[in-house]
């Protein structure tokens, strides 16, 4: 025998409009207790009256099955005065409401896709079904709070089957805002693109969505509507298929998504691991980067050069329903082109797609958000977001301890694989991924989606952060903004910033002792006004000092050296070896002649006045400079990343496992004239590297030992910085920046690292790359302005 008690029980979290409160009440009634469960400003408020044993058993039960789209943060619990109940209800939300999270869109749960193909239910087929646990959520909100008439559902009105379950409880459609039926809902509808009629029973004796499957099959490009966006479709394996895709979107060499009715399909082309497979079939359905290992080959025109795959399964019940029949996987690339935001509605699919796609499956559910496909890959056993788009954004982080009551922030991102961050109070929500901000359209995206977060958040910034660079789209409207609304600016270096946001990603609390961050990046404008890239900072949220670097070389043509891998071999092989060095050693490769043809008295001009030639301390472009050396797109490469992302792919598995380390190529770590600040001297990789090209050493071996050395140079700058009198101690070292989404050289540095007794923090939820950027720059602004504290900084005036 227990008594009976009452309690209060307060559940924070990402907790409304997520189906909590049925759940609560579903338990609450099994358990035997009384009370009620309702939402109000700070997540879920539970009154229950009962033994103290089933209270418990509630408690413990919420933890342990909590519905699968709530992320609970904190239970707490406090007695209240005894009331009488002799049941237990879900009352209304309280007046005042503040919705202070939209929930991520989530692909199709297990039941209502199995709805969706059981001929005796009535959603039998019905390609918009949803319930609580599914479907979508941000892609369709346009105002706060988030209920059905803030949605592009307004709309359609509730049949009374669906009106039925919508009020019930102990239905798992209670309170779902999107849910709609044959009767009710949304249509689906095939046209053709050239404005001719088309009669979907030429292609199917079903429906028009079950149609599209035929037109695959038969070899069309298909335009079919998604929950974000546009998606054009192909049958993956029609290797003229595909190439006709990217011709026809002018994509030269840019991987496609692919998408497969089941995981056995994918599992004919790609290796999926048990890591892999939970994330395919999670709520978010990414696309998940997959190793190109399966029995079977897709055509190379799919993912040129890579030896990934990028695999999602059907996202919604309209895509399960068109593979259905569809033994194969089909392309599932965004509906845009080239660089371009993803088209989201009808007009744009005319203007956009028509010359390339001839059909395409539209319907009349709006799309007020555009949201691109997730991106993940398994790195060293965990799951990384490389793209934080669908499925996860606009999900909140929480805050590290020490940040408690901060200010509302607004930071602005970087300028490729845009994003912004709103921080207020104990949390921080990081917008999706907008692609691009030099492309005019994805521009006007990203002033459109700030607005809308402003709005959703009822966010009004009293700070706000930008990149240090001078020239970067995004700071020059934070500045402009900033001096506008009289509004704080902190400017936040590039390579701090990445290295904080992988601290406040591991909630690192804001008074914890700095950390070395490795940041293996692209490039960045450093704290001196030069270009930095690859980075060794001694840091924490308030400040950072420069503890050593790469080798700065010099990049001819600027920004054309990010396009054309051997200007950066070029540079490179003139700062370490000269041209006769070069000339005498490696005259008989086919690397000397194609190096010898390019205008070099130009280059050397421009390397030595230095004004078109910038040197930058980029971990990106040595990776380009060595790709080139290997002839991996060495004349040019088509997206951000390709040359490094080729290098990587060619990677001989068993020269990087058995090999002695003394294969591994070598590398000094000399100091700099002038600052005397340690850095990572390649002079002895390239002359092994270039006798490796002599012997004939196949590429693939050269790249693991490329990628052995570097990694080995790594850690072992991590162990001399440890050691130097001169540097405060540090025991945890972050890694971020853009070059650590190659799984070969992380997987090798975190090795390292633990071996040599480090504490390892690195990214999962929030991308390595620049998409990471503004969750670091808010931190960094909320602690330059959260004032000194206990806790003042080792680095009072960064630099
Ligand atoms: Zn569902
Ligand atoms: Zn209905
Ligand atoms: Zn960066």
Redesign the pocket.
Known sequence: MTEARSLAIRVRGRVQGVGFRPTVWRLARDLGLAGDVLNDADGVLIRVAGKAEAIDALIGRLRREPPPLARIDAIETQAIAPFAADDFRVADSLPGLTQTEVAPDAVACAACAAEVGDPFARRFRYPFTNCTHCGPRFSIVHGIPYDRAATTMAPFALCPACRSEYDDPADRRFHAEPIACHACGPRARLIRLDGRAVHFEQYSMLDEVDAVCTLLQRGEIVAIKGLGGYHLACDATRGDVVAALRERKRRDAKPFALMARDIGIIRRFAEVDATAEALLRSPAGPIVLLPATGPARLPDAVAPGLGLLGFMLPTTPLHHLILKRMDRPVVMTSGNLSSEPQVTDEAGLRAHLTGIAGFALVHDRAIANRIDDSVVRVIDGAPRVLRRARGYAPAAFALPPGFEGAPPVLALG?E?KATFCLARGAEAVLSQHMGDLEDAATDDDYRRNLALYETLYDHAPRVIAVDRHPDYISAKYGRARAARDGLALVEVQ??H??VAACLAENRRPLAAPPVLGI?A????YGGDDTLW?GEFLLADYRGYRRLGTMKPVAMPGNAMASREPWRNLYAHLMAEIGWPGFAMNCRDLPLYEFLAEKPRATFDAMIRDGRFAPRASSCGRLFDAVAAALDLCRERQSYEGQAAMQLEAIVDREALADEGDDLAYPFALPRLGGSGLPYIEPWAMWQALLGDLVLATPPAVIAARFHRGLANAMVAMAVQLRGDPAAALFDTVVLS??CFQNATLFTLVARGLERAGFTLLSHREVPA??GG?ALGQAVIALAATAGAGPCASAFPAAS
């Open positions: 970087g490729l590039h390579h910033a990445h940041v990046d692209g490039l960045g890239g920046g853009g790359n620049d950027l």
